[in-house]
């Protein structure tokens, strides 16, 4: 059974870079639904999905039930499933989250992408029946992925990293500080107990066996305000101008690692009978 993937190599892409930017590229499709996946890649783990919702779908179909039609609009934003008459979007599937896109090379009208669930964050693969377009609007997936991918590094997603480099570095400030305070708190335990030996030490009037007077203790100052080293104090929270808002670095974190994974375009077979020879 051959259960490689054809990798595409070479192919140019279908839209100018302004028709997806600018606006989206618009297809019709039958939806035959989506279903939770163990990875964000993989020939079997796609296999798998297609062949359950296709047996779902011809369970359904012998009980009269048509499958549903959608609209897909793809664009560097993301890909949007909505209703066709209604414009009702049912599932808005950001593009960093999209890890895989496939076609069935046996089979036109089969197409499949797996994108990651914004709120569970579990993988899911999402199966479409498009007329003769699938292998179509497989590479606009990848040719929208590949802008939104510039469009992130150009708009300062190429920054993250360093500004992941320098939390970093404020995270080990922030210990040293730590246990720079740790180590005033003994030096103060310490004079606290030199303190409390003078106090009950000997009266200093009191004679030496000679006669005369001990020398006096120096006093030693009770207050310890300044750094042990000298340094003044550091706010490792103390954010400059150009840093972003944390909700908005946790965003641009989540994209970075998204499209740091990649889109992978595949065209496979998708055979639901073993003992087909096209497998």
């Known amino acids: 059974m051959n259960r490689a993937f054809s990798r595409k190599k070479d192919k140019t892409w279908m839209h100018t870079p302004e028709a997806l930017s600018k606006h989206f590229i618009p297809y019709n499709a039958k939806f035959l639904g989506s279903t939770e996946v163990e990875q964000p890649k993989g020939t079997e783990v796609v296999r798998d999905a297609v062949r359950k919702l296709k047996f779902a779908r011809h369970i359904k179909k012998s009980e009269g039930q048509k499958i549903p039609k959608v609209e897909l609009q793809i664009s560097i934003y993301g890909v949007k499933i909505l209703e066709p008459k209604t414009k009702e979007v049912q599932h808005n599937c950001q593009l960093h989250r999209i ?13 499949t992408f797996i994108c990651k669930d914004s709120e569970s964050n ?47 570095l404020q995270k080990r400030i922030q210990d040293l500080e730590t246990e720079n305070m740790e180590l005033k708190n003994k030096v103060q335990d310490l004079e606290n107990q030199l303190r409390i030996t003078q106090v009950s030490a000997p009266p200093s009037s009191m004679p030496t066996r000679n006669g005369t007077q001990p020398p006096p203790v120096p006093s030693r100052s009770t207050e310890i305000k300044r750094d042990l080293f000298g340094a003044e104090p550091f706010d490792p929270f103390n954010c400059g101008a150009a840093d972003f808002p944390p909700d908005i670095q946790s965003k641009l974190d989540e994209m970075q ?15 639901l009978d073993p003992l087909d020879s096209r497998c």
């Not at 890890?99 to 197409?111: G, N, P």
């Not at 899911?124 to 699938?134: I, M, Q, R």
């Not at 590094?153 to 360093?162: A, R």
Request: glycine share 10%; net charge negative; proline share 0%.
């Open 99 to 111: 890890s895989f896109c496939a076609d069935d090379k046996t089979d036109k009208r089969i197409f």
């Open 257 to 271: 690692e998204g499209f740091k994974m990649g889109l992978t375009l595949e065209g496979t077979v998708f055979c």
């Open 122 to 168: 579990k993988h899911l693969c999402y199966v479409f029946d498009s007329e003769k377009c699938a292998e179509e609007i497989t590479l606009t997936i990848g040719q929208a992925f590949d802008l939104a991918y510039r469009k992130f590094l150009e708009s300062g997603g190429k920054d993250v990293e360093t500004r992941k480099q320098i939390a970093g």
